[in-house]
């Protein structure tokens, strides 16, 4: 078990809904990442938050956002949804000094989304 | 979409077996990583590598981080039942913040 807890596990939206994630990081860990798996696939880089503000992004559209709080816990937010969208998303803790780390990350178990 | 090519896509072994999967890249890495996916859990960080060249063991398990930079292998010895996940490379360029690269994954089934 590596301490980072994701909630809630499974939920199903429909198309155009809006959605809330939430992630509490692992204790000492500064630096929170999601991505999303799709089925079949690796995970895809959505974004990194470091002292409450996104310090690195990947090929995700802006209605795909986030929140860093002062205990280190993050939200993912997506606003009108698509069934793509559809897909387990994982949030990682890391420690990490000006934003940088070392790559070793500690993933939750994931919250599967399902967009009807 | 991935950048990083993974094979093979999935292999069946009896246990006892020794196993190896390699990943590609068409861009160098700084860093290597292999994590293990177990159905229902995100992945669990396995073996890390920071220099080309750099062979590393943890238990069963030996990476490598290629002379190029370009790829990695892992190597399983001695397979057990509870070696059965999926098994992702990863790469990360650079340390200016943790997006890393997934390969598409190597499903590992093991027979008893």
Known sequence: ?116 | GQQLNQSPQSMFIQEGEDVSMNCTSSSIFNTWLWYKQDPGEGPVLLIALYKAGELTSNGRLTAQFGITRKDSFLNISASIPSDVGIYFCAGLRGTSYGKLTFGQGTILTVHP
């Open chain 1, 1 to 116: 078990e590596t301490g980072v807890t994701q909630s809630p596990t499974h939920l199903i939206k429909t198309r155009g809904q809006q959605v809330t994630l939430r992630c509490s990081s692992q204790s000492g860990h500064n630096t929170v990442s999601w991505y999303q798996q799709a089925l079949g696939q690796g995970p895809q880089f959505i974004f990194q938050y470091y002292r409450e503000e996104e310090n690195g992004r990947g090929n995700f559209p802006p209605r795909f956002s986030g929140l860093q709080f002062p205990n280190y816990s993050s939200e993912l937010n997506v606003n009108a949804l698509e069934l793509d969208d559809s897909a387990l998303y994982l949030c990682a803790s890391s420690f990490g000094t000006s934003g940088a780390n070392t790559g070793e990350l500690f993933f939750g178990e994931g919250s599967r989304l399902t967009v009807l």
